[in-house]
């Protein structure tokens, strides 16, 4: 008879448990890709504990984050083991919180994704284990998300932006222009040399005497002052290349404070901070006019859209000059929403809704969590699935 030969996914599923926990997720996989779905992100690669839940049309239902930064400000930094101490004690509240906010139950979430590097690795080890022992009794597919894929794809969960897309990704880790073809498939184009440019931002204000994260305070301190005040260098501004170079940027603020005695408090230190954010601004519109010839002979055809992503995205100033650029160029200009620049769950939640909308596999829970993970290492290890 039809029906008692009929197999139910609830069956499959069992029958998968009963065999290997590896290969748990691979046939509803095939079910998960239709209909809207709802899922469950993770983030603990740094200093914010954070989850977030979104469904597949871009709502966001929870977006719950707790910031690390007093527990690492009088240290000057993060501090890693403390980071991954805070992300253990505040991951379980947070996950109440998220499903308080959105107002659902684990019956509604359809897939569990979580930041599987790079980063922090006692940070992404609690993170993804959390993760795994909740997929594992919820029985929910699990995504393991390359963290700066988070970033990557982070304005399409807000905005309607096709592929291919030129991405500069600027955090306080990680400077690079990246071609992003499709998720999962980038070509990176150049990145720094020593410092990312968040990490730049974050040096000159402890050179001033200013508190951890000091991209904001710069950027506010800016608002007041003149960005033609002081001259700083622009590394490698003569290559005709997209590659970065910050640290002497950083040694140039130091000579200056040094030389005219500025304190915090002062005009000049308002000056200063405008002037090394100008002078930034004008070193990545320089890099992105060279990056936007490589993204042409790597696509074989001029780039039409341009996004910017990442923690210092959130810049107000570097925001409108990129947007200026764009359009002097005839390009379209994206960025996330303010709130989803810095880390947050609901773009590792959105990175796992993309993932399940491109059809690509869900991860076993032998997933090993990755201090170290290139984006331009995902298109092979999806290919060689
Ligand atoms: P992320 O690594 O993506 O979490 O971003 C954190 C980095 O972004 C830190 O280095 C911050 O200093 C930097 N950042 C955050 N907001 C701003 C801002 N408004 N201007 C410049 N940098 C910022
Ligand atoms: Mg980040």
Redesign the pocket.
Known sequence: MLSSTRISICQVRELYKKTRIDTLYSIPHKLLVMGKKIVLGIETS?D?TAIGIVDSSGHILANCLYSQIQEHREFGGVVPELAARAHLARLERLLEQSFKKAAITWSNIDAISVTGGPGLIGGIIVGVMAAKAMAAYQNKPFYAINHLEG?ALSPRLTQDISFPYLLLLV???HTQFLVVHDVGCYTCLGSTLDD?I??A??KTAKLMGLPY????L??QLALNGNPLAYTLPKPLIKQKNCTFSLSGLKTAVRQCLEKNNISKESLEAADLCASFQYTVTELIKNRLFYALEAAHSNLGKPVENFVVA???S???Y?RSSLKDFCQSKGLHFYAPDLKL???NGAMIAWAGVERIRAGLHPDTLSFPPRPRWPLDALKLEIHND
Not at 213 to 216: A, L, Q, T, V, Y
Request: glycine share 26%.
């Open positions: 740094c914010e970033h955090s306080g880790g990312a968040g990490e931002f974050d994260p000091g991209g904001p710069i950027e990442g923690g210092v959130a810049n107000k570097i620049c810095t880390d």
